[in-house]
Structures are given as structure tokens and as C-alpha cells.
């Protein structure tokens, strides 16, 4: 079984400070994490993902993401927030063994960015 | 385009009616998924098809939900009866690989067709 919790439904920052959007995952196998971007009526973009490789993972638009197997946490930063990171952000597990492919998604945070 | 298209965009429908939504997926992409979205709530896993074929299928919520894949390209989710809380965003993902390449394949999203029941 796997399941991923974002503590935080919503983050909001100023323009220019840093972003940090928290994740905690659980899984019965090595897990792929993967953190996803969804901009109003738009659809889900791959921001970063991790798959066994470096625990530090960068991905598009300067974010980052740490994965930290022993806090069983995979957090999203940034550090300076711009307007048009403003968006709905979802961590997402995909575990091994029979659940290949199969992706579970946290609740999401939205991130807003103020002037 | 390269990316997952989706059609249609909007749909707006009477209860009881039936209601069939595509997806075309990335060309080459043997992988294919299909998420709902509700209002306020996270992703949910419907089906997952690896070429043609529909190894888990447990995320279908009623047997009123069905999906096909043919071709190993397009698929169909057909929602047969609609009712009020079928009403939600239906995402589509296509990857490269699924079961047999494992789960560190980045899923490419559809923008989704909003469905609306009323």
C-alpha cells in the first residue's frame, strides 16, 4: 500500500521569499516521488521527479526537491517565489512491486504568491 | 501536438445519460491512465491500460464506469446513467512504459475534460 500526505492545503508567500511545500509519503517498496504542477484549467505538468538516483532532485522553473528516505519526506522548494509559480502543487508516490505505474496523489497545496 | 490531447474539453449533460470521453495519448506511449479529478479533492486512480489490454481496472467506482483501448492508441472511458456525483474533471496519462517498466516513468497529463451533470 502507498499514500502520500501534504501537510499544508495552502502556502502563501511573498514574491521574491522562499517557497516550501511539504510532503510525507508512505509505501511498502522502493517508491518513485514525482511532484506535479496544475495551473488553473490547465493540466498536470511534471515539475521533478525521483527515482533512486541523487536524493537531491532539481527540476524546471528552479524548483527542488530532497528525498529523505529515514524522515520519509520528499518536501518542494524553491528559493525565491515569482508570481507565476501561483498554481496547485501535488506530490505523488508510485510504488513498486504490483503497483507499477499506478500513481497516488496527495491532497494538494495551493500556493499563492503575493506582490 | 506532442502532447496527450483530450476531447472534448467541456461536457455538459442530463442525469441518466450516457457520456463517452477519448484520449489520445503520446505516440509510442504503451501506457495509458485515466484519473478523476473533484471539486476540491485530490486525483483519483480509475484504470490503467498497458497496450490494449486492462491489467487494474480497481479504481472504476461502479460498474456504470467502462474504458477501451484500441489500437494501442486511443481509449475511451464511457460513463453509462450519469448521475450528479460523476460530475468532476477526467484526467488522461500516457507513458512510455507501465507494469513491465516500472513505475519511474513520468506520466504526461491530458488538460482533462470537465464533466458536468445536471
Known amino acids: 500500500a502507498q499514500s502520500v500526505t501534504q501537510l499544508d492545503s495552502h502556502v502563501s508567500v511573498s514574491e521574491g521569499t522562499p517557497v516550501l511545500l511539504r510532503c510525507n509519503y508512505s509505501s511498502s517498496y522502493s517508491p518513485s516521488l514525482f511532484w506535479y504542477v496544475q495551473h488553473p484549467n490547465k493540466g498536470l505538468q511534471l515539475l521533478l521527479k525521483?527515482?533512486?538516483?541523487?536524493?537531491l532532485v532539481k527540476g524546471i522553473n528552479g524548483f527542488e526537491a530532497e528525498f529523505k528516505k529515514s524522515e520519509t519526506s520528499f518536501h518542494l522548494t524553491k528559493p525565491s517565489a515569482h508570481m507565476s509559480d501561483a498554481a496547485e502543487y501535488f506530490c505523488v508516490v508510485s510504488a513498486g512491486g504490483t503497483s507499477y505505474g499506478k500513481l497516488t496523489f496527495g491532497q494538494g497545496t495551493i500556493l499563492t504568491v503575493h506582490p | 501536438g506532442a502532447g496527450v490531447s483530450q476531447s472534448p474539453s467541456n461536457k455538459v449533460t442530463e442525469k441518466g445519460k450516457d457520456v463517452e470521453l477519448r484520449c489520445d495519448p503520446i505516440s509510442g506511449h504503451t501506457a495509458l491512465y485515466w484519473y478523476r479529478q473533484r471539486l476540491g479533492q485530490g486525483l483519483e486512480f480509475l484504470i490503467y491500460f498497458q497496450g490494449n489490454s486492462a491489467p487494474d481496472k480497481s479504481g472504476l467506482p461502479s460498474d456504470r464506469f467502462s474504458a477501451e483501448r484500441t489500437g494501442e492508441s486511443v481509449s475511451t472511458l464511457t460513463i453509462q446513467r450519469t448521475q450528479q456525483e460523476d460530475s468532476a474533471v477526467y484526467l488522461c496519462?500516457?507513458?512510455?512504459?507501465?507494469?513491465?517498466?516500472?513505475?519511474?516513468?513520468?506520466?504526461?497529463f491530458g488538460d482533462g475534460t470537465r464533466l458536468s451533470i445536471l
Open positions: 496519462a500516457s507513458s512510455l512504459q507501465g507494469v513491465t517498466g516500472g513505475g519511474n516513468q513520468p506520466q504526461h
Open positions: 525521483y527515482t533512486s538516483a541523487a536524493t
